[in-house]
């Protein structure tokens, strides 16, 4: 995806640091805003995963460090959630002003209570999500009661959240004792997506039925079985970018379709995450990827796989057309595919060359097919297209193509 990293000013003046995720097209159908959960920030896996999939659908996500945490301006001990939400609609001003409202709103935990008293105040807002949001600001309370007494006592009191060091001020606790979020959902009157998981430990599932019960339609649950508050497994994230993404569109008009800006068939990218490099053709996006064991981050097929996925597609397709022209009866294809590197003394059609690649490729037939028919179906798989490209002489041509301005 591409990054733009940027500050803007909150109410109070303060920088805040924060990104905008962009499709690869440039060229987004929709803007949201993504609140990140108590203490955490901008950078945190489990909102690039999600915004990472977003992206992938037209949404540009803009995503930012709230006042005192991460890289932006503040101290965290004068902020309160009152800030966060001020934040959340300093930030769709933010978006407003140089790009295009946000339709969509999305908070993680806390963040996720604060996006849905954000949505209240931000008329632009036409979709909100909630991931493993408490029914009620001050359910986060519990995570300093041991400090509660100091905190009464002297004003303020340090505390440990996740290994770090944070100092909660009363007027943090007297900030959440105010916030009535069951009346907010009451009279919010905007589509909401509401994620939780019952393994939940920190935030009950138990405040997703609040959520829900105190929203009006059209609302919507999914559960998020097996993930933890954090959604520290990657698939989990993924899951829920990918759900929002088709979620959304039932409610928000995304206009037309994600136009590819290239005079090729495809495009492909990678920005500073490593090897996830993005892929588009036509109105298709995935991406591509290593896998961990060689400091990938897994997100998507390898190069090579995605050779293996073309010759396995255009083998099953040819089979299958051929067996309709034929009135075969063909029930099923499915091709095994693999790479691997030889030497040439192993392959006795092979000249002379160290090393040469190997693509192997085993076909299972399922349908009433005589063995003649088998045998038949196995030497049109070499007349496919992409067997053919692959086995005759390939000539690349590699040209330099000055950068497009970016247009948002």
Same mark, same amino acid.
């Given at each position: 995806?591409?990054?733009?990293?940027?500050?803007?000013?909150?109410?109070?003046?303060?920088?805040?640091?924060?990104?905008?995720?962009?499709?690869?097209?440039?060229?987004?159908?929709?803007?949201?805003?993504?609140?990140?959960?108590?203490?955490?920030?901008?950078?945190?896996?489990?909102? #690039?995963?999600?915004?990472?999939?977003?992206?992938?659908?037209? /949404?540009?996500?803009?995503?930012?460090?709230?006042?005192?945490?991460?890289?932006?301006?503040?101290?965290?001990?004068?902020?309160?959630?009152?800030?966060?939400?001020?934040?959340?609609?300093?930030?769709?001003?933010?978006?407003?002003?140089?790009?295009?409202?946000?339709? /969509?709103?999305?908070?993680?935990?806390?963040?996720?209570?604060?996006?849905?008293?954000?949505?209240?105040?931000?008329?632009?807002?036409?979709?909100?999500?909630?991931?493993?949001?408490?029914?009620?600001?001050?359910?986060?309370?519990?995570?300093?009661?041991?400090?509660?007494?100091?905190?009464?006592?002297?004003?303020?009191?340090?505390?440990?959240?996740?290994? !770090?060091?944070?100092?909660?001020?009363?007027?943090?606790?007297?900030?959440?004792?105010?916030?009535?979020?069951?009346?907010?959902?009451?009279?919010?009157?905007?589509?909401?997506?509401?994620?939780?998981?019952?393994?939940?430990?920190?935030?009950?599932?138990?405040?997703?039925?609040?959520?829900?019960?105190?929203?009006?339609?059209?609302?919507?649950?999914?559960?998020?079985?097996?993930?933890?508050?954090?959604?520290?497994?990657?698939?989990?994230?993924?899951?829920?970018?990918?759900?929002?993404?088709?979620?959304?569109?039932?409610?928000?008009?995304?206009?037309?379709?994600?136009?590819?800006?290239?005079? =090729?068939?495809?495009?492909? !990218?990678?920005?500073?995450?490593?090897?996830?490099? +993005?892929?588009?053709? #036509?109105?298709?996006?995935?991406?591509?990827?290593?896998? =961990?064991?060689?400091?990938?981050?897994?997100?998507?097929?390898?190069?090579?796989?995605?050779?293996?996925?073309?010759?396995?597609?255009?083998?099953?397709?040819?089979?299958?057309?051929?067996?309709?022209?034929?009135?075969?009866?063909?029930?099923?294809?499915?091709?095994?595919?693999?790479?691997? =590197?030889?030497?040439?003394?192993?392959?006795?059609?092979?000249?002379?060359?160290?090393? /040469?690649?190997?693509?192997? #490729? +085993?076909?299972?037939?399922?349908?009433?097919?005589? +063995?003649?028919?088998?045998?038949?179906?196995?030497? /049109?798989?070499?007349?496919?297209?992409?067997?053919?490209?692959?086995?005759?002489?390939?000539?690349?041509?590699?040209?330099?193509?000055?950068?497009?301005?970016?247009?948002?």
């Amino acid at each position: 995806m591409n990054t733009i990293s940027f500050t803007f000013k909150n109410e109070q003046g303060l920088a805040l640091s924060a990104k905008l995720d962009l499709p690869i097209t440039k060229k987004p159908l929709q803007y949201a805003i993504f609140s990140h959960f108590f203490t955490g920030n901008k950078n945190f896996t489990a909102v #690039r995963n999600i915004s990472r999939a977003l992206t992938q659908n037209g /949404i540009a996500v803009m995503r930012f460090d709230f006042a005192g945490l991460g890289d932006s301006e503040g101290n965290f001990e004068d902020t309160n959630f009152s800030t966060n939400v001020d934040d959340l609609i300093s930030a769709a001003r933010y978006l407003t002003a140089h790009y295009k409202c946000p339709k /969509i709103i999305i908070g993680h935990s806390l963040g996720g209570a604060a996006a849905v008293f954000a949505a209240s105040q931000i008329d632009a807002i036409e979709a909100v999500v909630t991931i493993g949001a408490p029914a009620d600001p001050v359910h986060v309370g519990h995570l300093f009661e041991s400090c509660m007494e100091t905190i009464n006592t002297k004003g303020q009191a340090k505390v440990d959240i996740a290994g !770090r060091k944070f100092i909660i001020k009363k007027q943090f606790l007297d900030d959440l004792e105010s916030k009535d979020m069951p009346a907010v959902l009451k009279e919010l009157r905007k589509p909401i997506l509401v994620f939780h998981s019952p393994q939940d430990k920190v935030v009950e599932v138990a405040n997703a039925a609040k959520i829900y019960g105190h929203a009006h339609h059209p609302k919507s649950f999914v559960s998020l079985d097996g993930a933890d508050h954090l959604l520290t497994r990657k698939e989990d994230s993924m899951y829920v970018g990918e759900v929002v993404s088709s979620w959304v569109k039932r409610y928000v008009d995304f206009g037309g379709s994600q136009d590819l800006e290239t005079d =090729k068939q495809v495009v492909a !990218r990678i920005g500073t995450s490593h090897y996830t490099t +993005e892929v588009v053709a #036509r109105q298709h996006n995935w991406l591509a990827d290593e896998p =961990k064991a060689v400091s990938g981050a897994d997100l998507g097929p390898s190069p090579y796989e995605l050779l293996l996925s073309s010759l396995g597609a255009c083998t099953a397709m040819t089979l299958r057309m051929y067996a309709d022209r034929k009135n075969w009866a063909l029930e099923d294809v499915t091709v095994h595919l693999e790479h691997a =590197k030889v030497h040439a003394e192993d392959c006795d059609d092979c000249q002379n060359e160290a090393k /040469i690649d190997r693509l192997t #490729r +085993e076909i299972e037939l399922k349908g009433d097919l005589t +063995e003649e028919q088998k045998n038949r179906l196995i030497e /049109i798989a070499n007349k496919c297209p992409v067997h053919r490209t692959l086995t005759n002489k390939i000539d690349i041509v590699t040209q330099y193509r000055a950068p497009r301005e970016l247009a948002v």
